[in-house]
């Protein structure tokens, strides 16, 4: 199974840009689907954006559009998350998560069809 480890989590202030890395352990890294999901305390996990992986097909959360960009590079086996303009509504633990099953194509943002998860990195966004 494949093992999915974030980092890049910092704390930075309104207006800043973070870049979120996912490491993976498959080479070549061939998942059905993979997202970048976020957690801030007291709230349900959130999907920020999804990609299909054989067509590149995403989907992205409205909230972060035109802010966050989805990125991989297929040497290292990681994918990125950048994330500029950031609000401190945005803070959260950022978790990076691939989907076996080919069904995730249509709910690209839902992450009951994830199933790999990392462990996740923290974002905090101060005023």
């Known amino acids: 199974q494949v093992q999915l480890v974030e980092s890049g989590g910092d704390s930075v202030?309104?207006?800043?840009?973070?870049?979120?890395?996912?490491?993976?352990?498959?080479?070549p890294l061939t998942p059905?689907?993979?997202?970048?999901?976020?957690?801030?305390?007291?709230?349900?996990?959130?999907g920020v954006t999804g990609v299909f992986w054989r067509t590149g097909q995403m989907d992205t959360a409205s909230s972060v559009k035109g802010r966050f960009t989805f990125s991989k590079d297929n040497i290292k086996n990681t994918v990125y998350l950048q994330m500029n303009n950031l609000k401190?509504?945005?803070s959260a633990t950022y978790f990076c998560a691939a989907a076996g099953g080919f069904a995730c194509r249509h709910?690209?943002?839902?992450?009951?069809?994830y199933d790999t998860w990392g462990q996740g990195t923290q974002v905090t966004v101060s005023s």
Not at 36 to 45: C, D, I, L, M, N
């Open 13 to 27: 202030e309104t207006g800043g840009s973070l870049t979120l890395s996912c490491a993976t352990s498959e080479s």
């Open 88 to 90: 401190p509504e945005d």
């Open 107 to 113: 709910h690209l943002l839902n992450a009951n069809v």
């Open 32 to 46: 059905a689907c993979l997202g970048w999901f976020r957690q801030a305390p007291g709230k349900e996990r959130e």
